[in-house]
C-alpha cells in the first residue's frame, strides 16, 4: 500500500479530473476490482476544497481542488511514465486480450498498471511501439489532427518502381476510401524494400497504400514516431523509459 503522512503539499495537492477508482488504482497499484472493494469498504474518503467529506463512489469524477485519503493518509499519483517498447510479431497492442500475447504481458506485472499503448500496430508488425500512462500525451500522438508522423522500413513483394514511389509520395486513393492519403516521404533502400513516412493513421495505412499501388508488403517495422526513434539496442520483447528529451519531442507532459 502506498502512503504517505500528511504534509502541507499534500493538503493542496492538485487532482487531475478523472474518476476515483481510474485515481487510486494509478495511486496504489492495485487492480480496478481491488480498488472498488476498497471503496465499498469505506477506507477511501474524499473531500472537496472546502474540507467537506462526499460520497465515496467509484464512478465520481474528481476535481482539482478535491483530496482522496486512503484510511486517513492522502494518496498521491506517482508521475506520468513513459516507455518504448520493440514490439514482436504476434504481439496486440491491446491492454488485454484473450487470444494473444499483448505488450503489456511483456512487462514485468509491477510495471503494467495504468499504462496503454499510444497507438497501436498490427498483429504481424513489428517496431517502436510507446507506452504510456498520460492520456493527454499520447492523444497528441495519435489524434489526426495533429499529424505525428510516423516513419516505417516496408519490405515489398515486388520491386519497387519509380512510378510507386512517385504516387507513393504525392498520395494515393486507399480501397472503400475517396480522401486520397496525404503526401509521404518516400525512401527506396533497395528494389525490395523502402521506408516510408506518414503523418496519418489510417487502417493498416501502409498495407492499403502499397495495395493501392499495385504491390504488397511482406514484412513491416516502425522505426520512429515523431522524432523518437527505436533504440537498437532494445531487442524484440525489451522496453526501457523514455528519456526526458524523448518524451519532450512528442510534447510536453499531460
Known amino acids: 500500500m502506498k502512503q504517505c503522512p500528511p504534509t502541507p503539499d499534500d493538503e493542496g495537492a492538485i487532482l487531475p479530473a478523472m474518476r476515483l477508482d481510474y485515481y487510486v488504482a494509478h495511486a496504489t497499484g492495485l487492480t480496478r476490482k481491488q480498488v472498488k472493494t476498497l471503496i465499498r469498504s469505506g477506507a477511501i474518503q474524499v473531500f472537496d476544497g472546502a474540507g467537506g467529506e462526499l460520497p465515496a463512489k467509484p464512478e465520481r469524477r474528481l476535481q482539482t481542488d478535491m483530496r482522496v485519503l486512503w484510511e486517513g493518509r492522502p494518496l498521491r499519483l506517482e508521475g506520468?511514465?513513459?516507455?518504448?517498447?520493440?514490439?514482436?510479431?504476434?504481439?496486440?497492442?491491446?491492454t488485454d486480450d484473450p487470444g494473444h500475447r499483448t505488450v503489456l504481458d511483456l512487462l514485468p506485472g509491477d510495471q503494467r498498471a495504468g499504462l496503454h499503448a499510444a497507438g497501436r500496430l498490427d498483429l504481424d508488425t513489428t517496431g517502436l511501439v510507446l507506452l504510456t500512462s498520460d492520456g493527454h500525451w499520447s492523444h497528441r500522438i495519435t489524434s489526426p489532427q495533429h499529424h505525428c508522423s510516423k516513419r516505417y522500413r516496408v519490405t515489398t513483394a515486388e520491386p519497387v518502381t519509380r512510378t510507386q514511389v512517385d504516387a507513393l509520395s504525392a498520395g494515393v486513393v486507399l480501397r472503400d476510401d475517396p480522401r486520397p492519403t496525404r503526401q509521404a516521404h518516400v525512401e527506396v533502400v533497395d528494389a525490395l524494400c523502402l521506408r516510408l513516412t506518414i503523418s496519418e493513421g489510417r487502417y493498416h495505412q501502409v498495407k492499403r497504400m502499397l495495395a493501392a499501388v499495385g504491390n504488397r508488403v511482406v514484412a513491416l517495422h516502425r522505426e520512429a514516431v515523431g522524432d523518437v526513434v527505436l533504440d537498437p539496442a532494445l531487442a524484440p520483447g525489451e522496453w526501457r523509459p523514455l528519456t526526458e528529451a524523448e518524451q519532450k519531442r512528442l510534447g510536453p507532459p499531460g
Not at 506520468?80 to 491491446?94: A, D, E, I, Q, T
Open 80 to 94: 506520468h511514465r513513459y516507455l518504448m517498447l520493440h514490439k514482436p510479431v504476434g504481439v496486440v497492442c491491446s
